[in-house]
């Protein structure tokens, strides 16, 4: 699976727009992008997966550049609740395969 | 919505005990997963379970770990001969179709504290 890079942390206002990168330059054709979030030692969550085409749910979205290097994760109005690590996996589908997780985004929401 | 539920919640045992830790994963989900995280470290692949047997399973994964689904509902992580470094948050995950094609749902964790 191909390796992904994100900043270490991030801080967001109450109520802004959180935008979290993600590189992954040697993403292969056919490897999704994942993202799933930590709040404070619960279990993770999914967020969002997207192939190449940009991607809403009612959590998020997530902007996959043109040439798939680098993806954007958007919480649109971010919340108190938001803070968490924020994960960016990139993967092949299947099932027979396993989520590793890297050190993620420290994403804080200050009011 | 469904859920994953892990119990117990905390988990205290002295070193050389054996521990089970339990998982009811939702219910039409046919792939199971083990993870652990250690106090300030990453979510860590333990094991993958499909088909009542080990897909895969990591490093970490040796022979004083095992699993099990005993019946049609619960999924299991035996730790056989506990040591000090086996204290983590463990999560059980579950997946409807694999982690590739439908998402991972996690439990909120057993933490394991071994004296």
Known sequence: DAKTTQPPSMDCAEGRAANLPCNHSTISGNE??????????????YIIHGLKNNETNEMASLIITEDRKSSTLILPHATLRDTAVYYCIVMFSGG???????????LAVHP | EPEVTQTPSHQVTQMGQEVILRCVPISNHLYFYWYRQILGQK????????NNEISEKSEIFDDQFSVERPDGSNFTLKIRSTKLEDSAMYFCASSEQGVGNSPLHFGNGTRLTVT
């Open chain 1, 32 to 45: 999704y992008v994942y993202w799933y979030r930590q709040i404070h030692s619960q279990g993770p969550q």
């Open chain 1, 96 to 106: 027979y395969n396993k989520l590793i997780f890297g050190a993620g985004t420290r």
């Open chain 2, 43 to 50: 979510v860590e692949f333990l094991v993958s379970f499909y």
